[in-house]
């Protein structure tokens, strides 16, 4: 079923800082990451939605907090990965060198076997960094480097066919001021921004009209609700082995490894970036995943607890998926109150009341 929102484990961290995610090893051990970025490069100025006027963001410098937080929910087997890497070509000792730090973020939610979003979450980051034109040209970086896994993975499910599966894929990569999200699939990202939700990502489904159209024109059809009648999602990175999805003898099939992008400039209305599995979004809004989250930071400004406090609400609300939350803070200080203030006269309410409230007044 495709629900339109109404807004619209670690296995290893190494001495670089790199978290990948696996349901077997304990994490609570290691804090959140933080680190300081500096000014960005021009990048910051491209695909904005609007204008960002310049004293909203002049002399803002993001500080990153991160945290993490996955849990198996009550599926028998756990199929979603994550991974959070500060900085990304230190990590992978990559030639470029620069005031500013790439920092990458990802959620993995794997389907029919754990193998493509283990090798996404092991490969992806490294391709990306490998890229000659990173990190100047991020946005073309990325979306190649998606298609370059997916193709990738095929190989390595042709020399070992108990890899062959699926994931949706979504990452965040900060640089300077920018934010730019990749996605492909249903994880989804949604940034608060004075404690309003805006949505980051669309979640792939067949559902959606522009995804229909797209497999229609490429001669896919959907049935019952499935990209041709076999997947829930009609964009991923792999299912190779599912006949009639991708590419043969030069013919592109309808599930797409590319994924959509958004860029965004940070300003210092920006408070923090929720990352999630559509385990998470099957019982959370976009707002109410906002409020959730800065009600929790504004309680103890714990990143890394923020997102197992969420996780746990999530079972709570009967999630029945794996469940998988990545969040990252802009801000050292926790999300102030909302304000509304009209004339001399000032009240504080919750984004969600003001939302509530915005619904009712326009009837």
Request: aromatic share 8%.
């Amino acid at each position: 079923m495709c629900v339109q929102d109404l807004e619209s484990g670690c296995e290893e961290i190494d001495d670089l800082g790199l978290v990948a995610a696996d349901q077997n090893i304990n994490t609570s051990q290691f804090g959140p990451q933080q680190i300081t970025v500096s000014n960005s490069f021009p990048m910051e100025s491209i695909c904005e939605d609007t204008v960002v006027s310049e004293e909203k963001y002049n002399n803002f410098i993001p500080t990153l907090r991160s945290g993490e937080w996955s849990d198996i929910g009550h599926r028998s087997y756990m199929e979603d990965t994550h991974i959070c890497i500060p900085d990304l070509a230190r990590t992978f000792n990559n030639k470029y060198i620069g005031e500013e730090t790439v920092s990458f973020y990802g959620v993995f939610d794997g389907h029919g076997g754990k193998g493509a979003s283990k090798f996404v979450r092991d490969n992806l980051p490294r391709i990306i960094v490998d890229d000659a034109n990173f990190p100047m040209e991020l946005e073309k970086v990325v979306t190649r480097s998606f298609v370059e896994t997916d193709a990738a993975f095929a190989r390595s499910c042709a020399l070992e066919s108990t890899l062959s599966s699926g994931t949706t894929a979504l990452t965040a990569m900060i640089f300077g001021r920018s934010l730019l999200v990749a996605n492909a699939g249903d994880c989804r990202a949604v940034l608060s921004r004075n404690g309003l939700a805006f949505e980051m990502s669309k979640d792939h489904r067949p559902c959606c009209d522009k995804e229909r159209l797209r497999i229609e024109s490429l001669g896919g059809f959907v049935e019952d609700g499935y990209l041709n009648g076999q997947l829930g999602v009609t964009r991923a990175i792999g299912n190779w082995h599912i006949q009639g999805l991708k590419e043969t003898d030069n013919q592109v099939g309808p599930l797409s490894a590319e994924p959509e992008l958004k860029l965004v400039t940070l300003t210092k209305e920006d408070e923090f970036l929720i990352i999630g599995s559509d385990g998470i979004w099957d019982v959370f809004m976009n707002q109410n995943a906002v409020d959730f989250v800065r009600r929790r930071l504004q309680d103890h400004n714990d990143v890394k607890r923020c997102c197992k406090e969420m996780v746990e609400e999530a079972m709570k609300r009967h999630a029945l998926d794996n469940l998988t939350v990545v969040i990252v803070c802009f801000q050292a200080e926790p999300p102030p109150p909302v304000v509304v203030q009209r004339g001399r006269v000032r009240r504080s309410i919750s984004a969600e009341g003001l939302l509530n409230l915005k619904f009712h007044l326009e009837g």
